[in-house]
């Protein structure tokens, strides 16, 4: 769990809280970026308390470090979509926690073609 000193008071965020916010910034960018396979994420899930969708969050009480493994569509620049995904992710939450991200490693899983 994510910890932050306030005035007057702690914040404290659950990790699934960050990984459905970036499940929510992952599906904006459809269908360029698409998240892990379903079947894979359920088995993942249930073993890995910190893990859902393929988002693995490792928080401590000044930092968040994320691991977000994707599907990407075929043809595009994967370098570019990556790097752009990191600065994204890293300022969505941020913006909406108020943490720092230390650092978003991003694992290409699939390559999927549009349907």
């Known amino acids: 769990m994510?910890?932050?000193?306030?005035?007057?008071?702690?914040?404290?965020?659950?990790e699934k809280v960050i990984i459905d916010l970036i499940y929510i910034t992952l599906q904006k960018h459809s269908p360029y970026i698409k998240p892990?396979?379903?079947?894979?994420?359920?088995?993942?899930?249930?073993?890995?308390?910190n893990e859902k969708y393929g988002i693995t969050v490792i928080?401590?009480?000044?930092s968040i470090e994320l691991e977000v493994s994707v599907s990407v569509l075929y043809g595009i620049d994967i370098r570019y979509i990556t790097r752009m995904l990191q600065k994204i992710i890293k300022s969505e939450?941020?913006?909406?926690?108020?943490?720092?991200?230390?650092?978003v490693?991003?694992?290409i899983e699939d390559v999927h073609f549009d349907d």
């Open 2 to 14: 994510a910890i932050q000193s306030l005035e007057g008071g702690q914040l404290h965020i659950k």
């Open 36 to 49: 892990y396979n379903e079947w894979i994420k359920r088995v993942r899930s249930s073993l890995y308390r």
């Open 59 to 62: 928080a401590d009480q000044s």
């Open 93 to 103: 939450i941020e913006h909406c926690t108020g943490f720092t991200v230390d650092r």
């Open 105 to 107: 490693d991003i694992k």
